[in-house]
T-cell receptor
Framework: DTEVTQTPKHLVMGMTNKKSLKCEQH?????MYWYKQKAKKPPELMFV???????INESVPSRFSPECPNSSLLNLHLHALQPEDSALYLC????????????FGQGTRLTVV | DQQVKQNSPSLSVQEGRISILNCDYT??????FLWYKKYPAEGPTFLIS?????DKNEDGRFTVFLNKSAKHLSLHIVPSQPGDSAVYFC????????????FGPGTRLSVLP
């Protein structure tokens, strides 16, 4: 199994809603990532978990709250988002350690209305 | 400040010819470089990588060249096929308790039949 699975594929939410994005991998990877990608822009790193501990937080607003319940799962909890947060949210995983590639999921297309 | 640059937003190549995609970086601490291919509404797919201790890595039709002194890398695709048409992202990483993959802005490759 070389897949990173993200759910849902599409999400429309209001600015007062609370929702969660989910990501799952069964490759035994111990590093997991959330990226945000706006149209015609590169993916931008949001968070990195290494061995289930948050190791990098790229100054992301607190309305985005990551959670890593175990080594296979990564969640992104969303609350009080703004329309400008609409984007493709990508989850990725990689073996921990140097010089490895990240495998990406298909992404969740989020629209905030 | 962009740490990874891809100065050509787009490139068109005839089927069967060579495609050369270029990437420059500014941070001399980057020690691993990757190329990803992305179709619309999908996550990036890993293509090929190169460690900073090498200057060339080859995988089938794909070859990546690294010139550390110039902080430049390139991806060669030979022969180019219509299915190669996609956006190609150059990425660089620092091992920092889980890797921080920094992406370039991407180059849209169109392979014409």
């Amino acid at each position: 199994d070389t897949e990173v699975t993200q759910t849902p594929k599409h999400l429309v939410m209001g600015m007062t809603n609370k929702k969660s994005l989910k990501c799952e991998q069964h490759m035994g990877h111990r590093a997991m990532y959330w990226y945000k990608q706006k149209a015609k822009k590169p993916p931008e790193l949001m968070f990195v978990y290494s061995y289930e501990k948050l190791s990098i937080n790229e100054s992301v607003p607190s309305r985005f709250s990551p959670e890593c319940p175990n080594s296979s799962l990564l969640n992104l909890h969303l609350h009080a988002l703004q329309p400008e947060d609409s984007a493709l949210y990508l989850c990725a995983s990689s073996p921990a350690g140097a010089n490895t590639e990240a495998f990406f999921g298909q992404g969740t297309r989020l629209t905030v209305v | 400040d962009q740490q990874v640059k891809q100065n050509s937003p787009s490139l068109s190549v005839q089927e069967g010819r060579i495609s050369i995609l270029n990437c420059d970086y500014t941070n001399s601490m980057f020690d691993y470089f990757l190329w990803y291919k992305k179709y619309p509404a999908e996550g990036p797919t890993f293509l090929i990588s190169i460690s900073s201790i090498k200057d060339k890595n080859e995988d089938g039709r794909f070859t990546v060249f690294l010139n550390k002194s110039a902080k430049h890398l390139s991806l060669h695709i030979v022969p180019s096929q219509p299915g190669d048409s996609a956006v190609y992202f150059c990425a660089a990483s620092l091992d920092n308790y889980g890797q921080n993959f920094v992406f370039g802005p991407g180059t849209r490759l169109s392979v014409l039949p």
